[in-house]
């Protein structure tokens, strides 16, 4: 049986040991994720708080000769604290059954705490975690979504009224979680629907590991929202671009694009711009043909896990030969 317990000071040394058989931009990645997970884990254990349960926990798994063989972090959505999603994580080679039990044991633990909905972001190409997920946790595949690198500009169009644009508030949270809701494709409705809670700002923005902007177009006429604008950055250098508009609003796009660029040439003029488009809303399709028709660089296929309740895991036994490990972005 797998020794499973949050992470702490004295896994330092173990965790080196696993991650340094990874390439060097993954070990310094987590690496980072790691120094962070343990001050927080710290601070959970010292208090009981809601707001400390809000913040991402990591666990490692120890197999019987006490050698470490994974380590997963999960964390809250924020605006929601029935759904959890899988951060990261990363398995030793043939530590399939360690890995499903360290699964199985964060599904019964959050699941416990009231958490009805767990799901991950994984490429497509990883198809041994995802069987990990599917056959040997339950998980379903759901839907999937693509990431998209803008290799030219040819798109921008200055002729179009920026003062339709206006920054998100708060208040608005309510009319983007309308219109994302709206736009999702019917049989996706059920598992990934959004809260208005989900689309609010953070408290002290300032203090995040990300800089995050967000913006509306409206219909300054009947105040009617036709498009939802979210960039996010971690370094200033690249930036993701995430948007909600219906397929009719949809010959504004490279508008849309155009006054995403202009924001962030405000903030660094070299730039590598990322586009992240959710096939499971309506205009998932349109999308991918705007990014083909202007020779956009597919990057990531990601398919979506979900697991919508707690239910018996079905016993299933692989070895993988290979280490793995996962880092997704927010669905």
């Known amino acids: 049986m797998a020794k499973i317990k949050k992470i702490s000071f004295a896994d330092i040394l173990?965790?080196?040991?696993?991650?340094?058989?990874?390439?060097?931009?993954?070990?310094?990645?987590?690496?980072?994720?790691?120094?962070?997970?343990?001050?927080?884990?710290?601070l959970q254990n010292l208090v009981y708080n809601v707001h400390f349960r809000k913040l991402p926990e990591s666990y490692v798994v120890y197999?019987?000769?006490?050698?470490?063989?994974?380590?997963?972090?999960?964390?809250?959505?924020?605006?929601?604290?029935?759904?959890?999603?899988?951060?990261?994580?990363?398995?030793?080679?043939?530590?399939?059954?360690?890995?499903?039990?360290l699964l199985e044991y964060i599904i019964a633990k959050f699941g416990a705490r009231?958490?009805?909905?767990?799901?991950?972001?994984?490429?497509?190409?990883?198809?041994?975690?995802?069987?990990?997920?599917?056959?040997?946790?339950?998980?379903?595949?759901?839907?999937?979504?693509?990431?998209?690198y803008v290799s030219n500009l040819n798109f921008l169009d200055n002729q179009f009224d920026f003062t339709d644009f206006k920054k998100f508030k708060n208040s608005d949270s309510a009319l983007c979680s309308a219109l994302?809701?709206?736009?999702?494709?019917?049989h996706y409705k059920y598992s990934l629907s959004k809260?208005?809670?989900?689309?609010?700002?953070?408290?002290?923005?300032?203090?995040?590991?990300?800089?995050?902007?967000?913006?509306?177009?409206?219909n300054k006429?009947?105040?009617?929202?036709?498009?939802?604008?979210?960039?996010?950055?971690?370094?200033?250098?690249?930036?993701?671009?995430?948007?909600?508009?219906?397929?009719?609003?949809?010959?504004?796009?490279?508008?849309?694009?155009s006054f995403s660029v202009k924001e962030i040439v405000k903030r660094n003029k070299k730039f590598k711009l990322y586009i992240k488009n959710r096939k499971y809303l309506q205009a998932g399709d349109l999308m991918t043909n705007y990014f083909?028709?202007?020779?956009?660089?597919?990057?990531?296929n990601n398919a979506i896990l979900v697991k919508d309740f707690f239910k018996t895991i079905k016993n299933d036994s692989r070895s993988f030969n290979d280490v793995i490990i996962f880092s997704g972005f927010e669905v």
């Open 63 to 101: 197999n019987n000769e006490n050698f470490l063989k994974g380590i997963i972090t999960v964390k809250s959505q924020f605006g929601n604290p029935f759904k959890w999603q899988i951060k990261r994580l990363f398995l030793d080679k043939n530590a399939y059954e360690e890995g499903k039990q």
């Open 114 to 148: 009231g958490v009805d909905t767990f799901y991950i972001s994984i490429d497509d190409n990883q198809q041994d975690l995802i069987d990990l997920f599917i056959k040997g946790c339950g998980f379903r595949l759901c839907a999937s979504e693509e990431l998209w």
């Open 180 to 186: 994302y809701n709206e736009n999702l494709i019917t």
């Open 14 to 42: 173990n965790v080196k040991k696993l991650i340094s058989i990874v390439c060097n931009d993954k070990v310094m990645t987590y690496r980072r994720l790691f120094w962070l997970s343990v001050p927080v884990t710290f």
């Open 221 to 257: 006429q009947n105040k009617q929202i036709k498009a939802f604008i979210e960039i996010r950055t971690l370094d200033n250098k690249n930036y993701f671009l995430d948007v909600i508009i219906p397929p009719a609003f949809f010959d504004l796009y490279p508008s849309i694009l």
């Open 195 to 218: 809260e208005k809670d989900e689309f609010k700002d953070k408290f002290l923005q300032g203090f995040n590991s990300y800089s995050d902007f967000k913006y509306l177009l409206e």
């Open 292 to 300: 083909k028709e202007n020779k956009f660089e597919l990057l990531q």
